[in-house]
C-alpha cells in the first residue's frame, strides 16, 4: 500500500479532537513556554484547531504583524481559559506559511477550510 504525502493545504484540515481544553501539566511539551507567560500546573488550557488559527491570522491587516504570543492570548480568552498550547499553535502557523508559500492566497486557504466563497 502506498501512501500518498498530504499538500500543506489537507495538513491545514480541523483534526478530530481539537480543540480540547486540557490542564496544564509539567510534562507538556508547551509547559515552559505557557509556564513563562502566568499559567500553572492545573490551569486549563486549549489545544486548538488549524482553522482557529487561520482565523486569527486572517485578521491581521497586511503589513502587519502578529506574533504567536498574540495569537495564543485571543484563543485563550475566546475559549475562556489561561492559556493556549505555543506549541500546536505555532505548528499550524508554519503549516499555513507553508501553504501560502505554496502558491495559496490566504482567501483560497480559507475558502478550502471552510466553504465559503
Known sequence: MTYKKKTWIQKLGDKKGLPKVMELEERFPCYNA???RGAEAGDPVVLVNPSEVLEVMKEVPEGRLITIVEICKIIAKKHGVKACCSL???????????????????AHVWTFLTGER
Open 88 to 106: 500546536t499553535t505555532g505548528i499550524f502557523i508554519m503549516t499555513a506559511a507553508n501553504a501560502v508559500g505554496w502558491g495559496f492566497k490566504r
Open 34 to 36: 505557557v509556564h513563562k
